[in-house]
């Protein structure tokens, strides 16, 4: 983490403590928070957000100054609730409320590539063959790279089609792959352990 990234975080890394911390590196911070957390309105911005203060658990009656943030605060059609995230960036001027609420949205497709890795190509009960790390590490990075090699094809269809390529859906495009190739890799992983050549004298 250094000046120049953008954290995000779900609500359950949400700490005074930690922002602190995270936010003393210089990287901008993005998290969303509970609903129940209490936020003073200090100044209401144009752009619909506010800045606002937060405060440590400890520290009930606010005898020490707290941290200034900005909140954003917004709902999503066909979901209950509203979603609520707080950011080091005060002014909206650099990042518009609209804008934090849509990028923070991004933070599932990172979620969402891990289930399509997990639950998708290796199935429900994966497990690594190999009974060492580097075959372990090498079966990893087939996984890794089969993902990559259908989610190009994806983009490539997305492109012809001209549609958003969030909008094709994984699971799908995995069955059209698995119906084209029929066979089964016919070769073995690189050793795991050096093999010890005897060299002619």
């Known amino acids: 983490m250094r000046p120049g990234i953008l954290l995000l975080a779900d609500r359950g890394f949400y700490g005074v403590d930690l922002w602190r911390t995270a936010a003393a ?6 998290w969303r928070v509970r609903k129940d957390l209490v936020l003073p309105v200090i100044e209401q911005l144009s752009d619909g957000s506010y800045l606002t203060e937060i405060f440590d658990r400890s520290d009930i009656h606010h005898t020490r100054r707290g941290v200034p943030v900005r909140a954003v605060e917004y709902t999503i059609a066909g979901h209950e609730g509203v979603y609520r995230l707080l950011t080091t960036i005060l002014d ?26 997990k639950t998708h190509l290796g199935g429900p009960h994966l497990v690594l ?9 090498q079966e990893l990075y087939g996984f890794l790279l089969v993902h990559h090699a259908i989610r190009h094809l ?19 495009s995995l069955r059209v792959v698995r119906r084209q190739v ?20």
């Open 154 to 172: 994806m983009h490539q269809a997305a492109r012809q089609a001209d549609q958003d390529p969030d909008r094709i859906s994984f699971t799908r």
């Open 92 to 117: 909206p001027g650099k990042a518009p409320a609209a804008e934090l609420a849509e990028l923070y949205a991004q933070r599932w497709e990172f979620e969402s590539t891990l289930d399509e890795i």
């Open 129 to 137: 063959r190999s009974q060492h790390p580097d075959g372990a590490e």
């Open 25 to 30: 590196t210089g990287a901008d911070l993005l």
């Open 182 to 201: 029929t066979d089964q890799a016919a070769f073995s992983p690189r050793p795991t352990r050096p093999r010890h050549q005897s060299h002619p004298h």
